[in-house]
């Protein structure tokens, strides 16, 4: 970014990817546990529902996404993790690792198989 080698529609889907990690990463600070739902969905004036049914009720997000009580659980998807990767490197905007910190810590949290085997 320093030496400009950005076109201005590379600028245009910088700020699109931003965008999409910054919800993304609202999804893993909405819940109680840290890690995001399998499904959510946004309060717009299309589709709106009472808050969420898991999560925590505490976010300043509470009225932004639904979460519905089959939708709670995580498959450990971590593309969230690159994604900031990328954009750190990009923009070396701290944020990003930042952001990552936590979500890489609620993995650990409630992932972690403490015979380092694989749990079936």
Do not use: Q
Not at 20 to 47: D, H
């Amino acid at each position: 970014m320093k030496d400009n080698l950005l076109k201005f529609k590379d600028l245009e889907n910088l700020k699109l990817a931003e965008d999409l990690a910054k919800a993304c990463f609202e999804m893993y600070s909405v819940t109680s546990t840290g890690l995001a739902p399998e499904i959510a969905y946004f309060n717009t004036k299309e589709y709106s529902e009472g808050g969420l049914d898991c999560g925590n009720k505490g976010s300043k997000f509470v009225d932004d996404i639904i979460i519905k009580h089959s939708d709670c659980h995580n498959l450990l998807r971590l593309e969230i993790v690159e994604s900031l990767s990328v954009l750190y490197r990009i923009t070396e905007d701290p944020k990003y690792c930042e952001w990552g910190w936590p979500i890489f810590e609620t993995f650990e949290k409630y992932t972690k198989v403490e015979s380092g085997g694989i749990v079936l």
